[in-house]
Each structure stands twice: as structure tokens, then as C-alpha cells.
């Protein structure tokens, strides 16, 4: 009999350092594997050159924002480097119900909470080869002073000690290596009896 389509979508959480390269992973991610609904947070942050807003994130200013906290229309949110950052629950649910997966890009307090709320997410944490060449690309990005560099490698080895709490542990050395180890622990995870008990129930 043919397969059908999954009961219920798997919530998949990415995160990394600032500088990791995890836009770029995701990107090239999503290039292959067009079934993934890809999570657009929303933020208090202002766009860097080159973000669009629905596509890069979804920019509001800080009392819309608390607003939503209040109406808890939120899956999580965290307050990073002085912004907010937050997931629609609204959306989430919808994906997931409708047999999608969905991916998350956030950082570390947010994927706590969202594996505390969904304890079957999964989730994936993206290093560079080296803390050194975590440097070198935040320095390449001509983006942030020598003070902000700093803040965000101390922020780095804070979210490094964070890595226990996460189901795998990915590389990006090349971005096209990286995207192949997240898609193959996707089809690792579909796989899951969990995920396929329904292709035998009545047999």
C-alpha cells in the first residue's frame, strides 16, 4: 500500500553562535528539501543591509511585541543582546498538524523552552571547526565593532556549555556538508517508529 502522508509534521530547532554561518546552512538546506516549512521569528531588532521583512525575520517594535507575550500567541521567546525574539505558536501548529515539518532557527533559552512545551522536537546544534575561526567569520562580516565581537564570543562560550541539552552536534566547516548532516538525522528521524507506526496499524 502506497506511504501516507505523516500524522502530525516534526519541529526541528537549529541553533548556533552568532557568526556560525546558520542562514546560510539553512538556506542551502531548504534549497534541497522543499517539504520544510522554515519558522520566521519575529524580532525587536532592527534589519541588517539585505533582510527582508517576512523573510529574514518578521521586525516589530518592542510593544507589539510584549503584546503578543501577553496574548500568548508565542510557542517561546527570548531576549537576546538587548531584542527580543519570539515563534509564533499559531503558525507552528498549524504546519505541524497538517503533517509538515517545521524548522526553528533560534538561540539557546528558546530552545529550552520550546523542548520543555514539545518534548519530541528536535534538536540540532550547528559549531564551527574552531572558537578561532568562530573569530575570523565575525570579524569577516564587517558588521560589528571590536566590543560587540567580544560580547558575542563570550555569549558563544555561554551558549557552548548549552550543547548537553541538544539531541546532535553538527559541523560547518562546508556549508553543503553541514545541510547533508541535517538532512540525513531528518531522514534518520522520519524513520522513527513513532513516525511510521501508522503505515502497519491494522495489518
Known amino acids: 500500500m502506497p506511504f501516507r502522508k505523516k500524522a502530525r509534521g516534526q519541529l526541528i530547532v537549529l541553533s548556533g553562535p552568532s557568526g556560525v554561518g546558520k542562514s546560510t546552512v539553512i538556506s542551502e538546506l531548504l534549497g534541497q528539501r522543499q517539504d520544510i516549512h522554515f519558522s520566521v521569528s519575529f524580532t525587536t531588532r532592527q534589519p541588517r543591509v539585505g533582510e527582508a ?24 521567546h527570548a531576549e537576546y543582546v538587548g531584542n527580543y525574539y519570539g515563534t509564533s505558536l499559531k503558525v507552528i501548529e498549524e504546519k505541524l498538524a497538517a503533517g509538515i515539518d517545521v524548522l526553528l532557527d533560534i538561540e539557546v533559552q528558546g530552545a529550552a523552552k520550546v523542548r520543555a512545551k514539545c518534548p ?12 578561532e575561526e568562530l573569530s575570523r567569520r565575525l570579524h569577516g562580516r564587517h558588521t560589528d565593532g571590536e566590543d ?5 564570543l ?13 539531541d546532535y552536534l553538527v559541523v560547518n566547516d562546508k556549508v553543503s556538508e553541514a545541510a547533508a548532516e ?14 511510521r507506526i501508522h503505515l502497519v496499524e491494522g495489518v
Open 53 to 76: 521583512n517576512g523573510v529574514n525575520y518578521n521586525f516589530v517594535d518592542r510593544p507589539e511585541f510584549e503584546r503578543m507575550i501577553a496574548n500568548g500567541e508565542l510557542l517561546e
Open 120 to 131: 519530541e522536537a528536535v534538536l540540532i546544534f550547528i559549531i564551527p571547526p574552531s572558537f
Open 148 to 152: 560587540v565581537i567580544a560580547g558575542r
Open 154 to 166: 563570550q555569549k558563544a562560550r555561554e551558549e557552548y556549555k548549552e550543547i548537553p541539552h541538544y
Open 182 to 195: 541535517i538532512i540525513s538525522i531528518l531522514v534518520a528521524e522520519g524513520c522513527r517508529t513513532r513516525n
